[in-house]
């Protein structure tokens, strides 16, 4: 059990490490710079990368037409990262 709280302790820290520049293929959207934070943050976690780094790097809303994504800028994505964190971390010791 304390390997686990390790391991995810340390996902969260990974996260925190998450940098973002602009993507250069799309001009407004932002990636993550360093993905291989986000590999080791979801490998610890047992997270799929692809599904996180969406969810870091978009917002997703429902409407009746369909699904869409909007792409947030470097400040949002930090703070999509950093609510993430703090879920994670509500999750292993709030419970």
């Given at each position: 059990h304390q390997d686990n709280i390790f391991k995810a302790l340390a996902g969260i820290l990974n996260l925190g490490n998450l940098a973002f520049e602009e993507n250069p293929a799309e001009q407004d959207h932002f990636q993550i710079s360093n993905p291989s934070?986000?590999?080791?943050a979801?490998?610890?976690?047992?997270?799929?990368?692809?599904?996180v780094g969406q969810a870091i790097c978009y917002k997703r809303?429902?409407?009746?037409?369909?699904?869409?994504?909007?792409?947030?800028?470097?400040?949002?994505?930090?703070?999509?990262?950093?609510?993430?964190?703090?879920e994670i971390y509500f999750q292993i010791f709030d419970s």
């Open positions: 934070y986000l590999e080791m979801c490998n610890l976690l047992g997270l799929p990368m692809a599904e809303m429902e409407t009746r037409d369909g699904v869409i994504q909007i792409p947030l800028d470097a400040t949002a994505c930090k703070d999509q990262g950093d609510a993430l964190a703090k």
